[in-house]
């Protein structure tokens, strides 16, 4: 049974181990379209923008960014992505083919007695 997730793409260039801002995201936009055109799953699952298409399987996501990432030492990109099981979140971040995931940690607050009885 094939598992869909939402995924967001956001490439950031980096100046030593800040992210710069831009004035142009163009060359933003031309690396996520680099992507959308190298893997089919890519351009089913995002935007021209990096944005999520909707639900999709990019079950490579994050190989594929991996690889296509050497090419762009100095860019840090940001895979956000949220599967259709309640609390499958995560972020994953690339640099030069480098990866660390980030899984979502879903909390609860016990309750809070003392502002129920003031209310």
């Given at each position: 049974m094939a598992y869909n997730s939402y995924y967001t793409l956001s490439p950031r260039f980096l100046i030593g181990?800040?992210?710069?801002?831009?004035?142009d995201e163009t060359p933003l936009l031309d690396i996520i379209e680099e992507v959308r055109n190298t893997f089919p799953d890519a351009c089913y699952c995002l935007t021209k923008e990096g944005e999520s298409n909707g639900r999709g399987k990019w079950y490579e996501c994050s190989e594929n960014i991996a690889a296509i990432s050497k090419k762009y030492p100095n860019v840090l990109f940001i895979?956000?992505?949220e599967g259709e099981d309640s609390g499958d979140i995560e972020n994953v971040y690339i640099?030069?083919?480098?990866?660390?995931?980030?899984?979502?940690?879903l909390t609860i607050p016990t309750v809070d007695i003392d502002a129920l009885l003031k209310g």
């Open positions: 181990n800040k992210v710069a801002a831009l004035a895979i956000h992505r640099l030069n083919g480098k990866v660390q995931v980030a899984k979502a940690i």
